[in-house]
């Protein structure tokens, strides 16, 4: 059984050096415009990854109860996939178990010394090297400019600290908050100051012929349409005032205060965030976890010079135009959302009117700044019927061919269109019937 893992590990260790990581000692490699490494720099992967591959092979594979069978059954997957899985699993299975081949313990272990300071001295090589190169100007992020309406309610404290407690997650965000009032108040005022985002703090009133009345249906009439079209009459006028090419990017998304949004809606989700698990786990003292981190960084590095990520989910930073996807507990459905079939929309799952132009909801798209900026006069139609107000905005600004599939080809769910239950205050009126009622100078 050892004499079938050594034969074992020195054939998967050898397809594994040379496919694929050995083609980086032979192409230089650049993504998205970054700077090409140079031979010294894939040299030095080459040695890190080398030296990884004999840690594997004495820590894991060395191991005689390792199941051989997993490589032999998933030998037409990935190797770099199965390999880091597999070595994650056995890690933790074995983790402070002793082999069973006491002879070899002592010449491994020093070989073990020896190899960690040598995956020492190399990160140290490469840290330098990085030190030395000339700063590059990266491509400034695409703003997300967030218009949100809002109105005063017991609830609305809460509803706005917890929306914009999310939006501190987002990097380059600007929150346009918009009351339905005739001027400022005090409250909304004051969270946006204390906030922490960059924000812009408007107010435009409803008017009385479109409120709803003391007990209508949320669905009776539009809400927000005059505060979203203000947001979007300021955005205008602002970027006017300011030209310039990085002043026209950016994507407009509409969040009411009430809904729920995954972090993963805004930006992309990929190897930058495996990059810096890289580096946190690297300063373990655990073996096993090193380990670990080190194939996860030479299985990314391979992803990046093939110019594939499989772990990249692009979402609404990336909108060229206008981008769409799933929105959960919403037209009395578990989710509406795009169907996508070829990597197009061609209908919408939802219950009620499929016949509108774009029956999704306000949460469920996110359109380009210069869409915005070459189309002056779309905005939404309070006179719309019901329904019909996100069809209003969209129809003369996009196809539907033209709507651009987020979410994973809208097969994930990543907002939902809650709502908080209006607070019962029986026990409130009650006591303020006797003059004993909550001091009215505590802000909720």
Same mark, same amino acid.
């Given at each position: 059984m050892v004499k079938a893992v050594k034969y074992t590990c020195a054939f998967v260790g050898i397809l594994f050096k040379i496919f694929p990581y050995s083609l980086a000692l032979t192409s230089k490699y650049s993504y998205r415009g970054q700077p090409q490494n140079t031979w010294k720099e894939l040299a030095l992967l080459h040695d890190l990854q080398h030296i990884s591959l004999l840690l594997l092979e004495l820590h894991v594979f060395g191991r005689c109860h390792f199941p051989i069978f997993l490589i032999l059954k998933l030998g037409k997957s990935s190797l770099a996939f199965v390999l880091s899985t597999v070595l994650s699993v056995t890690s933790q299975t074995f983790a402070g178990q002793r082999c069973d081949c006491s002879e070899h313990d002592m010449p491994k272990d020093r070989t073990i010394s020896r190899l960690r300071g040598e995956l020492h001295r190399f990160q140290e090589q490469i840290r330098k090297s990085e030190a030395t190169k000339q700063p590059q100007k990266q491509p400034a992020k695409p703003t997300i400019f967030v218009i949100t309406p809002t109105y005063a309610r017991l609830v609305q404290k809460a509803e706005l600290t917890r929306l914009s407690q999310t939006f501190l997650h987002v990097p380059q965000l600007h929150w346009i908050v918009v009351e339905d009032s005739p001027h400022k108040t005090p409250l909304v005022t004051d969270l946006m100051v204390k906030s922490g985002l960059?924000?812009?703090?408007?107010?435009?009133?409803?008017?009385?012929?479109?409120?709803?009345?003391?007990?209508?249906?949320?669905w009776l009439k539009p809400r927000g349409v005059e505060q979203r079209n203000e947001g979007l009459r300021w955005l205008r006028e602002d970027r006017r005032a300011h030209p310039g090419g990085d002043n026209q990017q950016g994507v407009v998304y509409f969040a009411d205060d009430d809904n729920t949004y995954s972090l993963q809606i805004f930006d992309e989700v990929g190897p930058q965030h495996v990059t810096s698990a890289f580096s946190l786990l690297m300063k373990t003292t655990s073996l096993h976890i090193r380990e670990v981190a080190v194939?996860? =960084?030479?299985?990314?590095?391979?992803?990046?010079?093939?110019?594939?990520y499989p772990l990249v989910s692009c979402q609404m930073r990336s909108t060229q135009r206008v981008s769409v996807w799933p929105v959960g507990l919403v037209g009395g459905m578990k989710y509406e959302r795009p169907v996508v079939e070829g990597g197009k929309v061609v209908r919408f799952h939802t219950g009620w009117r499929p016949s509108r132009p774009f029956p999704m909801d306000m949460a469920g798209f996110a359109l380009s700044l210069k869409l915005v900026l070459a189309n002056p006069e779309a905005c939404f139609d309070g006179?719309?019927?019901?329904? =019909?107000?996100?069809?209003?905005?969209?129809?003369?600004?996009?196809?539907?061919d033209e709507l651009e599939p987020k979410a994973d080809n809208c097969s994930k769910v990543l907002v939902w269109h809650t709502r908080t239950e209006k607070p019962k205050m029986k026990r409130e009126e009650a006591l303020q019937a006797q003059g004993l009622g909550s001091d009215h100078g505590v802000e909720v």
């Open positions: 960059t924000y812009t703090h408007l107010h435009m009133p409803t008017a009385k012929d479109r409120k709803l009345l003391e007990g209508d249906p949320s194939f996860l =960084f030479f299985y990314c590095h391979n992803c990046r010079r093939k110019n594939y006179d719309a019927p019901m329904g =019909f107000l996100e069809s209003s905005f969209l129809q003369g600004l996009v196809t539907m």
